[in-house]
């Protein structure tokens, strides 16, 4: 696992994207969100790309995740949707 300021990559999997946030509640339990609609998880020995987020939507290459805040309950994602022209705000919680 290699990570520093803008990237993230996973080298299991070979993919590289860039990150914007990176939050964690315990070492085995971390989440990183970014471009592209990414979210995913760590649970102390495997990440999880969460694709739902991505199946929802026609375009989820436009959707920027910002702001990551979980808790033991829920994560809450907040961003935007750049439409071409504009960032449309989003917020999204998904339950744990």
């Given at each position: 696992m290699n990570l520093n300021k803008q990237q993230f990559l996973?080298?299991?999997?070979?993919?590289q994207w860039t990150?914007?946030?990176l939050r964690a509640t315990a070492t085995n339990d971390?989440?990183?969100s970014g471009a592209g609609g990414e979210l995913v998880h760590f649970n102390?020995?495997?990440?999880?790309?969460?694709?739902?987020?991505q199946s929802q939507n026609t375009h989820?290459?436009?959707?920027?995740?910002?702001?990551?805040?979980?808790?033991?309950d829920f994560v809450l994602l907040?961003?935007?949707?750049?439409?071409?022209?504009?960032?449309l705000?989003?917020?999204?919680?998904?339950?744990?």
């Open positions: 996973a080298q299991k999997t070979g993919q990150s914007y946030s971390i989440f990183v102390g020995s495997n990440w999880h790309l969460y694709r739902e987020i989820p290459e436009s959707f920027r995740f910002l702001a990551l805040y979980p808790t033991k907040g961003g935007y949707l750049y439409d071409g022209t504009y960032g705000p989003i917020v999204l919680r998904g339950h744990r």
